[in-house]
């Protein structure tokens, strides 16, 4: 008998208990990786949802920035943290779906070693040249970037970034050769431009907004796919310079591989609680964010749409041949 109990308690002890996070989870601080600079439009989007998310789930949620390499290196350390609840990625577009297809090292599988939950609202981006530069049109600066190859720096936030590959695209689509000046952030890269150490940038919309208010940017062309009222009287890429050039960033939460469902579910129902709070939501939206709807936010929607997203970019990036450098 005593044998039978013995194989049965040892089977049991070994048994794959599903991970399952305490009842009172979060029971203390969360800490989110921002995988760039502080102050560019990643953080600026990830602080805004942590600040108004901590509310809701009545716990502190701390902004890490680890910056480097496109995203990659916080991304790296993310998918390598304790899969406990309490740490996490906040993963876009660059890192999640670009980046396999330019770094042949990467230390991380976007689909394999993270678990989606949940999406954040996108930013388009704006095409911006600093406040004194001569280039008041699209047409305008494609000339010279024509006329001229390799003349015109555009600072981006590291190989891979949305900053990156949109300029890359934009200077493939419009026959041109451009020099890229790959910063940790695009916090950083935006200050160039506004110094008149660079010509041009690609930045979201929820940071070139103030700048270009401000009068330190001027805002050449939209990657939306219609004008919007944040930026008057600035066109489309597509109706201006490149026929069907619509592009936006994507952002989320991700946790690292096998962090219990729990989990999970606590904050992707927490955050979609948030996000029916009219006065937060209408904030987004007066920084030239793109609100989703609550079926794009859920877990299973955005893992689906990571994996998706990592085919499309592979042959984006083989069309446009855009290289890590
Ligand atoms: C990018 O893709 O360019 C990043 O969003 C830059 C940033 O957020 O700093």
């Given at each position: 008998m005593k044998k039978w109990i013995a194989i049965l308690a040892t089977s049991t002890l070994l048994s794959p208990i599903a991970a399952h996070a305490a009842d009172d989870y979060p029971s203390r601080a969360i800490t989110w990786i921002v995988p760039f600079s502080a102050g560019g439009p990643t953080d600026s989007m990830a602080r805004n949802i942590a600040n108004r998310l901590s509310?809701?789930?009545?716990?502190?949620?701390?902004?890490?920035?680890?910056?480097?390499?496109?995203g990659t290196i916080g991304a790296t350390a993310a998918a390598r943290s304790d899969p406990d609840g309490y740490t996490f990625l906040v993963g876009h577009i660059g890192y999640m779906a670009a980046a396999p297809s330019l770094y042949?090292?990467?230390?991380?599988?976007?689909?394999?070693?993270?678990?989606?939950?949940?999406?954040?609202?996108?930013t388009p981006l704006v095409l911006l040249?600093?406040?004194?530069?001569?280039?008041?049109?699209?047409?305008?600066?494609?000339?010279f970037g024509k006329a001229n190859?390799?003349?015109?720096?555009?600072?981006?936030?590291?190989?891979?970034?949305?900053?990156?590959?949109?300029?890359?695209?934009?200077?493939?689509?419009?026959?041109?050769?451009?020099?890229?000046?790959?910063?940790?952030?695009?916090?950083?890269?935006?200050?160039?431009?506004?110094?008149?150490?660079?010509?041009?940038?690609?930045d979201q919309t929820n940071t070139a907004l103030p700048q270009t208010r401000g009068g330190k940017v001027r805002a050449l062309g939209l990657t939306s796919d219609k004008r919007m009222d944040q930026f008057p009287g600035v066109p489309t890429m597509k109706e201006k310079a490149v026929p069907g050039f619509q592009v936006s960033t994507w952002y989320g939460l991700y946790a690292p591989?096998?962090?219990?469902?729990?989990?999970?579910d606590t904050l992707s129902s927490a955050y979609q609680t948030?996000?029916?709070?009219?006065?937060f939501t209408q904030k987004m939206s007066?920084?030239?964010?793109?609100?989703?709807?609550?079926?794009?936010?859920a877990p299973k929607a955005?893992?689906?749409?990571?994996?998706?997203?990592?085919?499309?970019?592979?042959?984006?990036?083989?069309?446009?041949?855009i290289k890590l450098k």
């Open positions: 509310q809701e789930i009545k716990q502190t949620i701390l902004v890490e920035n680890k910056p480097g390499a496109g042949s090292e990467l230390r991380y599988d976007p689909v394999k070693d993270f678990e989606a939950v949940f999406r954040f609202p996108d040249v600093g406040e004194n530069s001569s280039y008041k049109t699209i047409d305008e600066l494609v000339a190859p390799e003349q015109l720096n555009f600072s981006n936030a590291g190989v891979g970034s949305t900053s990156h590959l949109v300029a890359a695209m934009f200077a493939s689509k419009a026959g041109m050769k451009i020099t890229p000046i790959a910063y940790k952030g695009a916090g950083p890269a935006l200050n160039d431009l506004m110094g008149g150490q660079v010509d041009a940038m690609f591989k096998g962090t219990p469902s729990n989990v999970i948030m996000m029916q709070d009219k006065a007066d920084q030239g964010i793109l609100l989703l709807s609550d079926a794009d936010y955005f893992q689906q749409y990571t994996a998706d997203e990592g085919k499309r970019w592979a042959q984006v990036i083989k069309e446009a041949g």
